[in-house]
């Protein structure tokens, strides 16, 4: 995948298995958000292929689209209380639960009648992941899930996706913050310099920051032999 002629991934070749936990880790700008928006069909391969339970997710189907969630980073403070802003978006999802999102607001100490745009960067991150939580969804992408999220935040977060698999939830997610991959993930992917230099199980006792250490400076020197040759 490019962006005009700049590439960004170069070669990604995997296959996620369902009630699993995926950590993307990288360095910034590697395309860790790139692949989570192709893996949910936000984003157009330019060569290759993507399949989800057989299907192409950038097709959009009805299907397809009812079994997965993707919250970015950024989310946008709308003018609407959280309970109505859920409602809403939440038919979209015929899974939808709102007694669930009130329950998981309740759980992050979120109030859902306050104004979304009157909310703090971590009250809004909040409500966008009760409304994601809520969904019913077998897939979730999410691309930093602990930005702007307050230490107690972040663990009722992590409690909540360690509980996924055993529902049957497939969780992948982006982040550069090791130490919280280590502590959510089952599996990790490593990214650098455009491919997939890494993917594996975690191992408990592993160090996770030698280890990635250890893949980015190994595709460095590979992308500069190549630039080299060129």
Known sequence: FSYGKTPVLKSITTTLEEGRIYGLLGENGVGKTTLLTLLCGLKKVCSGSISTDGE?????????????????????????????????????????????????????????SKKMNQMSAGQLKKTYISLALACGCKYIFMDEPTNGLDPIGIEELREMIRSFPKQGITVILSSHILSEVQMIADHVGIISNGILGYEGALVPGQDLEELFMKVVRENRKAGEIYEQKI
């Open 56 to 112: 192409n997710p950038f097709d959009r189907t009805p299907t397809l689209l009812q079994n997965q969630f993707y919250l970015p980073d950024e989310v946008l403070p709308v003018a609407m209380k959280a309970e109505c802003f859920a409602k809403e978006r939440g038919s979209f999802w015929p899974h939808y639960d709102h007694s669930k999102f009130l329950e998981i607001m309740k759980e992050f100490e979120n109030d859902p």
